[in-house]
């Protein structure tokens, strides 16, 4: 079993800056593979992007060159630096890791950026 914690957001001004965690704890937790996601109202939940074991990193159209995922083994937390936000990043941010038959889901934590 895995359990992902999702923490950081909040409300912040257009333009401003959050940085997210994931915390990944139990027997199985494993960040070497994590992704990050988003809800909005209404919205299909989008993928934001991803992290390998190598380090490297991908990203949405939507969000490249503003967000950046890192991550910290020894605290086996995942990072979510978003950067330059706006009122369209509004939404319910969660985590997944990949492992064994399928994956696992954090929470969710809410960014809301003011217009």
């Known amino acids: 079993q895995v359990q992902l914690v999702e923490s950081g957001g909040g409300l912040v001004q257009s333009g401003g800056s959050l940085r997210l965690s994931?915390?990944?704890?139990?027997?199985?937790?494993?960040?070497t593979h994590a992704a990050w996601y988003r809800q909005a109202p209404g919205k299909e939940r989008e993928w934001v992007g991803r992290i390998i074991p190598s380090g490297s990193s991908e990203y949405a159209d939507s969000v490249k060159g503003r967000f950046t995922i890192s991550r910290d083994y020894r605290k086996?937390?995942?990072?979510?630096?978003?950067?330059?936000?706006?009122?369209?990043?509004?939404?319910?941010?969660?985590?997944?890791?990949?492992?064994?038959?399928?994956?696992?889901?954090?929470?969710?934590?809410?960014?809301?950026?003011?217009?």
């Open 22 to 31: 994931c915390v990944a704890s139990g027997h199985r937790a494993s960040i």
């Open 76 to 115: 086996n937390t995942v990072f979510l630096q978003m950067n330059n936000l706006t009122p369209e990043d509004t939404a319910v941010y969660y985590c997944y890791v990949p492992l064994g038959t399928g994956g696992y889901w954090g929470q969710g934590t809410q960014v809301t950026v003011a217009s």
